[in-house]
């Protein structure tokens, strides 16, 4: 029962996380639209280093965010259990996520990138996510569609073992949607009210 509940623990704190994404990826729209973004872009800044170094930094906090809260739950786990090996097991819990919060990062970016005032649409990612992550099993519906979340590729531990395969997968997803989303941006025009 206690690695259910740490397992489900880490699924919703992937979610909490994605928050931070989609808020983070948005704050490019701001910058745009509030023409704050042209005057650096004027510079000999880049459109595809300032978008970039955005979503370096978002897919960095990810990793970071993912890594303390997967410590401390793990910390508390072992001290409440009294079993040392609950640290390094809900660590690796939190941190298997990372790459299907990346992956909505990366779709989130490909948004900004291409169609900037459809940026939001994310957010029904995030909800359909979080609605298959709880409420999935409830549901009857086909596999097909759990499988449209990123978050139903990743083994859910401690109950399952670690798969590497999903990973990986997601990962490079994540890039070439990101280099997508980068490549829109390049060409096209800054919007500025």
Known sequence: MLDGY???MALFD?????VFVIL?????????TAGRAEPVLATATGRVAWMGGYLLVLAAG??????????ALGVASAVSVGEIDYVW????????????????LAVAACLYGILPLAVGAV????????????????MDLPRWVHDLSPFEHIARLPMDTLSWTPLIVLTIVALAVSAIGLAGFRHRDLETT
């Open 6 to 8: 740490l397992d489900t």
């Open 14 to 18: 992937a979610l909490i996380v994605v």
């Open 62 to 71: 990810v990793a970071a965010l993912l890594a303390v809260v997967g410590l």
């Open 89 to 104: 097991t809900i660590l690796r819990a939190h941190l298997a996520y990372v790459p299907a919060v990346w992956t909505v």
């Open 123 to 138: 957010w029904a990612l995030f909800g359909f996510a979080m609605i298959i992550g709880t409420f999935g099993p409830l």
């Open 24 to 32: 983070g990826v948005q704050s490019l729209r701001g910058e745009e």
